[in-house]
């Protein structure tokens, strides 16, 4: 078993890194504190075939492996979260659904220009009243003809503001609960549809989310995704990309905790010496450094399960969960180590702890993975 990257992975590695250094981390903090999306850079890693990794190039992907997603997701989140989650929705909820459960045609017109970045999409699944609990959504997707027509409001959209195609959710046959459910593809100028104003949040503040609404929305029928009521199916599947993506943000921001964490712990002294000289801070980088190698191993194995083709909802779940709170420790331990400093935004410990709260949160709270974890070993037991 081989541990290493590839040339080709570290090389990989080595670009994003560099681009993240170079073109996100001067802008960071202050687009954090103005909540000013990274539009200008999100153009340029669309450039780059970020927007689209593992879609093939014939659809306008990059036709990268899902390997080569988490370390692009873990480098660009290192430097800023913000710019991650809106290439994570992008990549794994938008782009991943079009071409596991598009049509040709579908794919010829939503994702091509998603995958080459010169669009952005958004997954609406989430509403007011159905977050957790999915099956229970009241979006409503009442066939007319040759139409849909769609009404209801989802909330907590990433990408929501800035986004062009729309992947939704809706309810058919609200008698079958989870097989009522259908999925849509659609623009976002399609009449009837209103985004709603930016939500003012603890973290992420530089990446948009806002509440959508559908007011008698038509949508052919030849923009549904997938067969009749399999929209729930469709929406899990995709989460279990999703979760990885997730994962490596987390991993991420973790990542940049602990360097931050060190950095200031060799400059700053107390009691005549380094606070890294210390045996108590010394355990605390260990633990950190633990936890942030951990999450790496169970990322890289729920990518490499998903190579294989097969049923990963496990191995996402198990990464998710661990990495994101993962974050949580390690950036609460990175604060702690600056001490009142970190409690400032003089230093970036204070925008990583509030950056990595949301990943215990979206695409399903840590409990939910606990759910899903249970359910799949429960299952496996059974078998
Ligand atoms: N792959 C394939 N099939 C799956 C599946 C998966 N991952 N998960 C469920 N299914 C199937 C089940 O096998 C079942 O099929 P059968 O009845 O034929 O056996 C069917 O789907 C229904 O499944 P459940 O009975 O398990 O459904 P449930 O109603 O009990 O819900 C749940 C399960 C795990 C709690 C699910 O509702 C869930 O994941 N909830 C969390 C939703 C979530 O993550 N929301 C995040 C919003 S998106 C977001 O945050 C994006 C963003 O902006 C960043």
């Excluded at 939503?110 to 159905?130: Q, V």
Aim: aromatic share 8%; charged share 25%.
């Amino acid at each position: 078993m081989d541990f290493t990257l590839t040339a080709e992975h570290t090389q990989l590695r080595d670009l994003i890194r560099n681009f993240a250094e170079k073109e996100l981390r001067p802008v960071a903090a202050k687009n954090d504190k103005t909540h000013t999306f990274p539009m200008e850079q999100i153009k340029k890693l669309g450039e780059m075939g970020f927007m689209g990794m593992v879609i093939p190039e014939e659809w306008g992907g990059a036709g990268m492996d899902p390997i080569s997603y988490v370390i692009m997701m873990e480098e660009i989140s290192r430097v800023c979260a913000s710019t991650s989650v809106t290439l994570s929705v992008n990549n794994s909820l938008v782009c991943e659904v079009l071409k596991n459960f598009g049509t040709e045609d579908q794919k010829k017109r939503f994702l091509i220009p998603l995958a080459k970045g010169e669009k952005i999409g958004a997954y609406c699944l989430t509403e007011p009243m159905s977050g957790s609990d999915a099956a229970t959504q009241k979006t409503s997707a009442k066939l007319d003809g040759d139409f849909y027509v769609i009404n209801g409001a989802k909330n907590f959209i990433t990408n929501g503001p800035q986004s062009d195609t729309l992947i939704l959710f809706a309810m058919t046959d609200p008698s079958k609960g989870a097989k009522g459910v259908n999925a849509f593809v659609l623009d976002t100028k399609t009449p009837g549809v209103v985004i709603g104003k930016g939500e003012n949040k603890m973290g992420i503040r530089s990446s948009g989310t806002c509440t959508i609404s559908f007011d008698n929305v038509r949508v052919p029928v030849n923009q549904r995704l997938g067969e009749e009521l399999s929209g729930f199916i469709i929406a899990m599947k995709t989460l279990d990309n999703g979760r990885i993506g997730i994962a490596a943000q987390a991993l991420g921001i973790a990542q940049a905790a602990l360097e931050e964490a060190i950095k200031y712990g060799k400059e700053r002294k107390q009691f005549d010496r380094p606070l890294t000289d210390n045996q108590g801070i010394r355990w605390m980088i260990a633990d950190m450094a633990t936890r942030v190698e951990a999450a790496r191993q169970l990322i890289f194995q729920a990518a490499y399960q998903k190579t294989l083709g097969g049923r990963f909802t496990k191995y996402s779940a198990i990464a998710k969960l661990f990495a994101s709170e993962t974050a949580t420790y390690v950036t609460n331990k990175a604060l702690q180590i600056h001490g009142g400093y970190g409690f400032t935004s003089e230093y970036p410990a204070e925008r990583l702890m509030r950056d990595a709260r949301v990943t215990e949160l979206y695409e399903g709270t840590s409990e939910i993975q606990r759910l899903v974890i249970a359910m799949q070993t429960l299952k496996e037991f059974d078998a």
